[in-house]
């Protein structure tokens, strides 16, 4: 018995149909500690977080908390045991408002039983003024941004006050500001003795949080050490079972004609006079903080939103988008950020959602051609690498980073001139992150040209032919491939610095 440790999870195995996500998981979290669990895209670390918040059961082994063990039938329990979590998936109803969101499944009562609004408002009005985020509590969440959502999830997590906070990707949607402020309170957490267990792709913030670090791989446990004795390129090695290149070498591509031109795009309040313009063969990053309106034009271009004026040209025809599927028929395809509400059809298979935005191409002589379809469905997941038992398996039952596969599958079958990627390695691991790359690369050799967003500046540098810099709604510079650093791009997005 080991009073130092919190939360112990002894030989714990999962069954999924097909697939072993956890093998006889072993590992213990101490006391006041930060835990991070690292692993490649499909390893098993949201399964196991979900077993300890009672949304899956394991088939066998043990959860123990201060070495007794314990029972956890759903989270409801998980809760009263002190355990809380955030969710890798924002899953959010869009409809619901910020103070129904705060306080459900938790609402505080007044003394004859009913659900006290008042006091929900006098708390909501509180919390949004201490953390500095000024929305009114009736705001329905479909109006926040993405970040904002993310920030409420972490700040209703921390509230409940529970001895283990489990965090599965926490900052895959927020500011470098809002990480700041999720780091300063993991800090005080962990002062006063709470555990966090921690799940992040990004290398660099899981140095800077870790006190331990173990690392997964096909559902089972290959290592633990306190971070001292660990360095990236071990963990690295170890998630992926080989060594992996940190660098991608951008291979130079020959550049053809203009395909989209954009001319002072406006949309009041959103964006302001955007300009570019992108050629075949071309990889044009943008790049900006959080917020900068970047997400915004591009939704614009997609049809997802509207334009008041400015003209868009394709292949030197001027063209007015009004609906996705205008764009679609202009052959130009976009990878939303928000995955959930505009990236996956949730109940449907892995094979649906990859061909059903092009079920024309399988269509001939009046019948849908499945064996074509499948195979079609198949090469490409293949491809892209995409971890799943087969494609007839619900696309919400692969892991976060494989899910992004399948969406960016679904966008090859329309075999789009111009894509849109926003923040396409979001949630990616190390070693799928180069396939992405790779895919890139093989989409701007066969011609197409490629608009990368991207709130990583290695990976805009990296990737880009030219990169356009963003702030406060506006274009404010424009970096050739021998101008990029982090610095400039740096000066141009806090805008200290305009063309
Ligand atoms: N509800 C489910 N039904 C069937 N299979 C599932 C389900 N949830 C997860 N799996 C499978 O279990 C394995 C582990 O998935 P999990 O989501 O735990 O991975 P992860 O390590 O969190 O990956 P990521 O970094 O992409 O989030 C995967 O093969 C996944 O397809
Ligand atoms: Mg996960």
Known sequence: MNLDIKLRVSNVEKFFPGVKALDKINFAVRKGTVHVICGENGAGKSTLMKVINGIYKQDSGQILIDEKVVDIKNPIEARSLGISMIFQELNYMPEMTIEESLFVGNWPRDRYGKVDWKEIRKRTLALLEKENLNYAPETKLKDLTVSDIQMLEILKAISYNSDIIIMDEPTSAITQKEVEVLFKKINELRERGTCIIYISHKMDEIFRIADEITVFRDGCVV????????????????????????????????????VLQVKGLTNAGKFKNVNFEVRKGEIVGFAGLMGAGRTEVMRALF???????????????KVHIKSVSDSIDKKMVMLSEDRRRFGIIPVRSVRENVSLSSLKKFIYGGRLHADIENQTVEDLCKKMNVKTPSYETSIEALSGGNQQKVILSKWMVTDPDILILDEPTRGIDVGAKHEIYKLMTMLAKQGKAVIMVSSELPELIMMCDRIYVMAKGEITGMLTRDEFTQEKIMAYATATKTQ
């Open 303 to 317: 049809g997802l939103d509207e334009y008041q004026s400015g003209d868009v040209i394709i292949k030197d025809k």
């Open 223 to 258: 290592d633990s050490r306190p971070k001292e004795n660990y360095d990236m390129e071990t963990v690295i090695t170890q998630m992926v079972g080989r060594k992996v290149e940190s660098i991608f070498q951008k291979e130079d591509i020959e550049l053809g004609e203009q």
